[in-house]
Structure formats: structure tokens, C-alpha cells
């Protein structure tokens, strides 16, 4: 049975479907392949991490950020967008006007390799989950305030639910039953109770919240807030903030994604280029390493002894050894590598 592992963390061009250029053959089950969305480049990076090389890729279209696998591991949804790239501060009124016929998911079939389908999922999707089943999939729409869910069977938005302005992080709950949405205009998290498709309840917390990573038994869930410099440890049985833990002054968290047997969580940090690994349950910061410049997208390997970085500034892609807490090698890839999802 296939393990997956993706992050925490757009618009793809119709004559761009099934035209990936895949260096290798089409395979039944691929892996171990880290799959790198190129933001600036509009491709995807497929890179087999034992030879520590990229061995495919694949053009998607438009500005490719978020990242996920399908549950049985046969294909990847990505988040396309055809609004332009706007930094912190940027006047958006001297933008050129997005692109809504590259808004979407872009389908890739692994087996193929190569991208084979887009869907309608709302206006400038920003970050992408999937149902545990695999039967939906649920967007976060950063210009519309609003999460799409999409019918994978019928491609199409069958209901969306307004959250916070500038959703952008969207992880589903251990249980199937909840989306967990950031929202960094409101600096809280949204959470939509999936029988009731209707949001549940927001918590707080610091501001600019940007990812979302729960421990396996859903107990807790791990949000970063790029401009609170912390992380919140939210209690999701009480639906509260039960700890923040402090990154330290400058830092900016990103990226978060924790191990399989629920030890450890590690961040990005962004401008302050580290990642920091926190143990768990003591909420203690252990150790941290510069990873390369901005790191965003980050994956660690089912066996908990691999941590992966998307360095967007650098077009690389660092791989951080555990055991020597040291980046073991660094793998260049197209321009602008923002998520991670790695399929084992």
C-alpha cells in the first residue's frame, strides 16, 4: 500500500492537458517521488529522492502553488491561478487583471505522467485538500473569502461556504468530518463542519496564519502565523487556543507538517530561512537549521528520518537529514518551488 506524505502549502492553460514531458516511463506505482510545484514557472518538479535527482517535468499552466495526493496515490491536485503574483505591499490596483479562465485544480495522473484534466474550483485557488475518501476536494478561494468544495466525479463546485478574507491554508481533520481554513485578513481559523457544510466555529490567533498540521490522532492541530512569529496549538476537542509557542523574534512561519507517529511538527520559517523542529508533545524546540533563502512547501518521509523544503528565492529544493540535523544535499529545480507533496 502506497504511504503518502504532502504539505503545509494556479491556473492551468487548456492546451496544456496531457502535454507533461515526463523523462520516464509511465509506471503503475511510482516512488519514492517528491512532487515540487513551481510557482513562477508554472511546472511540477518530480524528483526521485533516492538518486536525489529530478527525473521529470510536467508543465501545469499558471503560477502552481498548493499540493495534494489522492488517497490511493494514483494522482495529484494542484492549485492553479491566473491572478497576478502580488508581495506584501504590492499596490494591486497597478496589477494587470487576473486570468480566470487559468483559475482551477489541475489533475495529474501519475501513472501517465502527465496533467490530464482541470477543474472549475472557484476564482484564484490558493491551497487544496482531499477528502479521505478522495471523493471531494476542498479549496481555498483567497480573493472570494470562501472555501469550493468540488465533486472529484462530476469536476465541478457543488457547494461553497464563506469563511475569512485571504483564505489560504486547508487541511481536513484526522476524522474526516472537519476543514481546518486559515484566514489571514481575520487572523483566525475557520472551521467547517462537513455534514452541516457550514462553518462550525473561528478561533483566534495570531496574526497572518498561513498552515495547518494535525497530529495523527486529531487532538491537536499546529497553526503558523507568519506575522505573530509563533506557533498556536489549538485543542481541537475544545475548539481553543490551548498554547502558542514563540519562534523567536524575526522569525516567520510557514510551512508545518508533522511525523507519522505524532513526536514531532517542523516549520518553515520563511524570510528567516530556518526549520525549526519542535518536539511533541512538550512544545519544546529541539533544534533548527538554515534551510536555504524563504523556505515555504516542506514534507518529511514516512519514517520520520527526512525533512523536505521548497526554497522559492533559491529554485531548489532542501533535503535535511534528522539524525545529523544538517541539509544533506540540495536538488535545483524550476522557477519558484512553493509545495511539497511527497508520495512513498
Known amino acids: ?57 510536467i508543465p501545469l499552466g499558471k503560477r502552481p502553488r498548493g499540493i495534494q495526493a489522492s488517497p490511493d496515490g494514483s494522482r495529484l491536485y494542484v492549485a492553479l491561478s491566473g491572478s497576478p503574483i502580488a508581495g506584501p505591499g504590492v499596490d494591486e490596483s497597478k ?24 477543474v472549475p474550483a472557484g476564482t484564484d485557488p490558493e491551497q487544496v485538500a482531499v477528502s479521505k475518501d478522495g471523493t471531494r476536494l476542498f479549496v481555498a478561494n483567497e480573493d472570494a473569502a470562501q472555501l469550493s468544495i468540488v465533486d472529484v466525479a462530476q469536476s465541478k463546485v457543488v457547494q461553497t461556504v464563506k469563511v475569512g478574507g485571504e483564505p489560504e491554508g486547508v487541511s481536513v481533520s484526522p476524522d474526516g468530518r472537519s476543514v481546518y481554513v486559515t484566514s489571514e485578513e481575520d487572523g483566525a481559523i475557520f472551521i467547517v463542519d462537513l455534514a452541516a457544510s457550514a462553518v462550525a466555529a473561528s478561533i483566534a490567533v495570531p496574526p497572518r496564519p498561513r498552515s495547518i498540521a494535525f497530529v495523527p490522532d486529531g487532538s491537536k492541530a499546529y497553526v503558523t502565523s507568519e506575522n505573530g512569529a509563533v506557533i498556536s496549538v489549538i485543542d481541537t476537542a475544545a475548539r481553543t487556543v490551548a498554547q502558542t509557542v514563540p519562534l523567536g523574534e524575526g522569525s516567520r512561519p510557514m510551512g508545518v507538517v508533522t511525523t507519522r507517529d505524532g513526536k514531532w511538527a517542523y516549520v518553515t520559517t520563511g524570510r528567516s530561512r530556518l526549520l525549526v523542529a519542535i518536539e511533541l508533545p512538550s512544545h519544546q524546540i529541539a533544534w533548527s537549521v538554515e534551510a536555504g533563502p524563504r523556505p515555504w512547501g516542506v514534507a518529511v518521509s514516512a519514517d520520520g528520518s527526512t525533512v523536505y523544503t521548497a526554497n522559492g528565492p533559491s529554485n531548489d529544493v532542501s533535503i535535511i537529514d534528522v539524525a545529523t540535523r544538517a541539509v544533506k544535499s540540495k536538488i535545483a529545480v524550476e522557477s519558484g518551488p512553493w509545495g511539497l507533496a511527497l508520495i512513498e
Open 1 to 57: 500500500m502506497q504511504r503518502l506524505c504532502s504539505l503545509v502549502v494556479c491556473g492551468l492553460l487548456v492546451q496544456a492537458c496531457g502535454s507533461g514531458n515526463s523523462a520516464e516511463p509511465a509506471r503503475s506505482r511510482p516512488g519514492p517521488r517528491l512532487y515540487v510545484t513551481n510557482e513562477r514557472a508554472g511546472t511540477l518538479s518530480v524528483i526521485d529522492t533516492k538518486a536525489g535527482a529530478v527525473v521529470a517535468t
Open 95 to 118: 496589477l494587470p487583471p487576473p486570468d480566470r479562465k487559468a483559475d482551477g485544480i489541475g489533475v495529474i495522473d501519475l501513472r501517465q505522467g502527465k496533467l490530464v484534466a482541470m
